[in-house]
Structure formats: C-alpha cells, structure tokens
C-alpha cells in the first residue's frame, strides 16, 4: 500500500479498496454533489420509452442499474441516446409498443430494472421475453411481482413456482385489480401500477406503509391519471393511459448521500455541505433518524425542482447517541440501514434497528452482511431475525472484510474504516458502482487527498 490514505486496488475480477487512517489524524471537510437519484433516474429511461415524444433526462445517475434499464429498453425499440449527466434524450415510442426483443433481457444486480419491468412486459399482449439478471439478482424473490399480475391474467414462468428469474413472460391483456400488499414495497407497488397503465380501468394498490412515492409523481408529470389516498396508503391508476414525454431534473440521491452524512457526524472535527439532494419526504428517514442520534444536520437552499423536493444538507461532527428505529419509518430508510448500523457502532449506547427483514432479501442480506463485517472489526453487533442491535462505542480496528458484491455493504464499510485503527481492506469493492461509480474519488477528495 502506498502512503495515500485512501487507495484502490484493481486486479483482473475484483478491486480492493484499502483505508488507513493517517497518523497525523483525519478530519472531513468539503462542498460535494452526489450523483442522480436511482429510484428516479430507472423510472425517467422508463416512462420515457413508453411515452410518446421525447424525454429529456438532465442529471440522471451513469451506475451500473440505470445503465441495465437503459440496455434493457433499447433491446425493445426504445431509442434512447448515449447517457451522461447532462443531457439524456429517450424518444419514447408509445405505451404498448415495446417489441419483442431477439434476445434475454439482462437486468444485471437491478430489482428495480426487473420488478418494474415485468408489470410493463405482462401486459404486451402476444410478445413473448425472458428476463434475467446477476447471481444476487436470480436469488432475490419474484413472486412478490409475480402472483398480483397472475392476478390481473399474466402468464410468467420461473424456477421454484415462477418465483426466481430466469423469467418467461407471454404478454397478455390485463384486467385490472385492487391489490393489498403484504408489504412497504416501491417495486411491487410500481410493478402494479406500471401494468395498470394497460388495464382497462382502475388498478389500485394498497400498500401497509407508505414506500417511495417517486412512480406515482413521475406518471402524473407524464400525463396518467392517477390519485393517491393518503388514509390508506393507496394509489390509483386508469388505463388505458396515454403518456408524453417531459423533461425530469433528477435530483442528487439521498441514499449516496446518507455516506457522507453519517462520515461528516462519526469523524471528529468535520464539516461536509452535501449539495442539490433530493428530499422527498418518502425518502427522508435517514435524516429523521439521525436526527433521534443527535446528529448536527441542516437542511439549506430548500427548493422543488421538477416536481421533487431538494435541499443542500450540512453536516458537522456531534457525538451520537443510540435509539430505536423500527415502524412505519423503516421503509422511509430502507436502504439506508447498513450506514445507519455504522453510526450506531460510533454512536454512546444501543441502536436497535428491528421491523427490517426485507434487508435479507436486497442485494445480498444485509442484516447478516452487516453483523458479520462490523464485527469482524471488532464491534458489538447482533442480528435480530428483522434487523440488529448494535452497542456503540467499541473502538475498531481494521482488517479485511467483504463487500459481499453489494454496493452499499462496501460504501458502508468504508465510512467505518474512516475511524478504525490499521488498514482495513474491503475485497469486492468494484461493487459500488452500481449506484455510485465516484465513491473513491469523493472520499478521496473529502479526505483531502
Ligand atoms: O433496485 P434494487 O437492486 O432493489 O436496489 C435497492 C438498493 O439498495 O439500491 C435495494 F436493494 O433499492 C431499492 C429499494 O430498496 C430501490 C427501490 C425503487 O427504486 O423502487 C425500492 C426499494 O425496494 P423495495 O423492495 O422496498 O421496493
């Protein structure tokens, strides 16, 4: 390892990211964007191509999963230009209209790419498309998707009762249905409502909590017609819909963001100004939590663009102090967990995280990952069946751990590195491009490096 604090280390297969604490100290001080929120950048390539005319895309995230969403459509006709930052233009070819495309459909590590799909595919009557995905992406459960659009008529079929992908779908006409998930789910909800699009009449999803609402905002800016009844947790679409292209700002994704937030509040002496995040409140969680630690964050410059709310966010160090997250907030901060287990490792007292099994079935299962890489850096991690309990305060010293190809897992090992002693080496770290190709370079930058 060279003298640089933080460095990477690239073989053939996999890249190592290697971080060791200067003996001079470290502090964290900067003004950094972060890229294009995924959960918004998926659905503008997607409405996009099933609009007419033509959407334009400022902002939208270069991972690895909008670029799986993008090959997969263009697979089916829709004509979407070279992506980048900032300008991205998708002539949409009209609801209905995907063809059938000559080969499988390869979702890479996306559920998003795949969920959403499906509900689009299932109602293109007499096509037929096989979709599939990466080792993790074939081990993440279908049947969530799958049974409600059997139940609008689709005919898909899969290994272990039509649950797993590799997935065969015969595109039907869809009736539409009133669904009641079992769970908080942006993906099942947004599978629905996608399919919906092409029912003829009112598709309806009732979700337990409310999930990310950034499906339900994108298709009333393209012209479906769609209600939300905030008292039940559900949401409405009437098909047949006609959709037309816009132009969508995709905002800085507040889930990358949560990185810098919990590294500018756990390492002593910093400041960080987060710049033009995306504050929908269905995606706030994380700041409502570290709000309850005792964190020192602000919200600045709050402002709506294009339809979503955005605010620069400062961070300065504070000492944390652990609590319960759990209820109807966890699906606000789902995939915020793994960096939250982190704070609650620096945070004075007990973090306990519980209501949060879905994390076993995301990219890899991230109660499990998480308990076993914070401890093996010698903290006091225990896995509850839905989530963790984490007592703060233990320092830790680096080693080697595993990102377990999951993007957040190795950005979050990455901010516990920051305050552990010795190197700690995380193997797998190419992972983090999936939703943040520029991770190394911002806390290299950051760092002061
Ligand atoms: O797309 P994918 O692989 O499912 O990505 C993850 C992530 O951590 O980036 C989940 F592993 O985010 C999901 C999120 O957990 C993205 C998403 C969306 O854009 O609709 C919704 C959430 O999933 P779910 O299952 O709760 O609907």
């Known amino acids: ?72 459509f263009r697979a089916m006709g829709a004509d979407i230009s070279q992506l980048n930052t900032e300008m991205v233009r ?24 795949l969920r959403l799909m499906l509900g689009l595919l299932a109602a293109h009557s007499e096509r037929l498309f096989v979709v599939t995905g990466d080792n993790s992406l074939r081990s993440r459960p279908m049947s969530r998707v799958v049974h409600p659009l059997q139940q609008m008529g689709a005919k898909i079929w899969g290994r272990q009762n039509n649950s797993f992908a590799p997935l065969a779908i015969k595109g039907q006409n ?12 942006a993906q099942v909800k947004s599978c629905i409502l996608l399919a919906g699009l092409m029912a003829e009449g009112q598709t309806t999803v009732t979700e337990p909590a409310l999930s990310r609402d950034h499906s339900e905002r994108m298709l009333q800016a393209f012209g479906a017609e769609l209600s939300v009844d905030p008292e039940t947790n559900s949401v409405t679409v ?36 987060i710049e033009n995040v995306g504050v929908n409140p269905t995606r706030t969680g994380i700041l409502e939590a570290l709000a309850m630690m005792e964190a020192d964050i602000k919200l600045e410059n709050e402002r709506v663009v294009a339809g979503e709310p955005v605010a620069d966010l400062r961070v300065r160090s504070s000492s944390l102090k652990g609590c319960t997250i759990a209820g109807d907030l966890i699906p606000r901060l789902i995939d915020e967990i793994p960096i939250l287990a982190v704070a609650g490792v620096f945070a004075q007292g007990t973090t306990i995280i519980r209501d949060a099994a879905e994390l076993r079935v995301k990219e890899s299962d991230r109660i ?12 006091k991690v225990t896995e509850l069946p839905d ?14 751990v595993d990102s377990h190809a999951d993007h957040r897992i190795t950005m979050s090992l990455a ?11 995380i193997h797998g770290a190419e992972a983090a491009a999936v939703s943040y190709p520029d991770f190394v370079t911002t806390l290299q930058k950051i760092c002061g490096q």
């Open 387 to 400: 989530g963790l309990e984490i007592t703060g305060g233990t320092p830790l010293t680096g080693t080697n």
């Open 1 to 72: 390892m060279s003298d640089s604090f933080v460095t990477l280390e690239t073989t053939e297969n996999q890249q190592d990211l290697m971080i060791k604490k200067p003996a001079s100290g470290l502090s964290l001080h900067g003004r950094i964007t972060v890229p294009g929120d995924k959960s918004i950048s998926h659905r503008a390539l997607m409405l996009g191509a099933i609009a007419l005319g033509e959407t334009q895309i400022n902002g939208l995230l270069l991972g690895e999963d909008p670029r799986s969403t993008a090959s997969c």
């Open 238 to 273: 009437t098909g047949p819909a006609k959709l037309h292209g816009q132009t969508v700002v995709v905002p800085g994704d507040i889930s990358s963001a949560a990185f810098w937030l919990v590294a500018g509040a756990i390492v002593p002496g910093s400041e960080l100004v």
């Open 174 to 185: 869809l009736r539409p249905i009133h669904y009641h998930s079992p769970i908080a789910s």
């Open 368 to 379: 499990t990952v998480m308990a076993t890489q914070l401890n093996q850096l010698g903290a």
């Open 415 to 425: 901010i516990a590195a920051l305050n552990a002693t010795n190197t700690t080496t």
């Open 90 to 113: 998708v002539q949409g070819i009209g609801l209905g209209q995907l063809q059938e495309p000559v080969d499988i459909l390869n979702a890479g590590n996306s559920g998003t790419t």
